[in-house]
């Protein structure tokens, strides 16, 4: 069972409209610096989500239900730094923070 994981700066989000044929209201596609680490899918509540995949470049392809969008773009606006990571084994991706002291503010 491998994990892959990868730390990420920068992101750029697209929204799609309701004729996007893959059923995906959109998509955030992170970097590290310039290089592209993967990409966070959403997909219209109640449709059948396809499992989150690694390519065989080392890109990770994580899917999320369109009612985690919001979530995600507030932990992507309000932390850092941030990972995004793969379990091939049982195929879940993941967004997450650096471990943080308990009762920090955020500035």
Known sequence: MAITNYSFDTYRVYLYNSDNTYGQT?????????TFRGSLYFYKDGASIPAS???????LYLRFSEKQFNDIMTTL???????????????????????EPVGEEES
Request: with cysteine; glycine share 16%.
């Open 26 to 34: 959109g998509v955030i596609n992170c970097y590290q610096g310039s």
């Open 53 to 59: 995949s690694k390519t065989a470049s080392g890109y």
């Open 77 to 99: 606006r309000e932390e850092k730094p941030l990972n995004m990571g793969f379990n091939d084994g049982n195929k879940w991706g993941w967004v997450s923070t650096s471990q």
